[in-house]
């Protein structure tokens, strides 16, 4: 059973990628705000997790995340999100649950 020893995991909300209403340069500042905090977190040891299929979210036009990072985005900015992501892990219903979750904004 997790307790508040436990280590800290954070998850990573695919539906925070939800780009329609947005404008391209609102884009490319949301994504490098979101780099910096991911290394962060990880500068800090904290592990972060990906949800599956976490590539394929439609976030902009129906356009899925990582084409749409590929095609539209600041190319420094997508690659530091490339590299960053790829060392989350990816969350499944394995990982032990637990009762109590916190969430900071």
Not at 29 to 39: E, G, I, R, V
Not at 48 to 54: A, D, E, H, V
Request: charged content about 25%; some cysteine; overall charge negative.
């Amino acid at each position: 059973m997790p307790s508040s020893a436990d280590q800290t995991r954070v998850v990573i909300d695919e539906t925070s990628f939800d780009f329609n209403g947005l404008e391209a340069n609102q884009i490319d500042l949301f994504l490098s705000q979101f780099n910096d905090a991911l290394h962060d977190l990880r500068s800090n040891g904290l592990k972060t997790w990906k949800p599956p299929l976490f590539a394929n979210f439609s976030c902009y036009n129906e356009q899925d995340l990582y084409s749409y990072l590929l095609s539209d985005v600041d190319r420094d900015v997508m690659l530091r999100f490339f590299n960053l992501v790829d060392k989350c892990s990816e969350w499944d219903a394995g990982y032990p649950r637990c009762d109590e979750a916190e969430i900071s904004v």
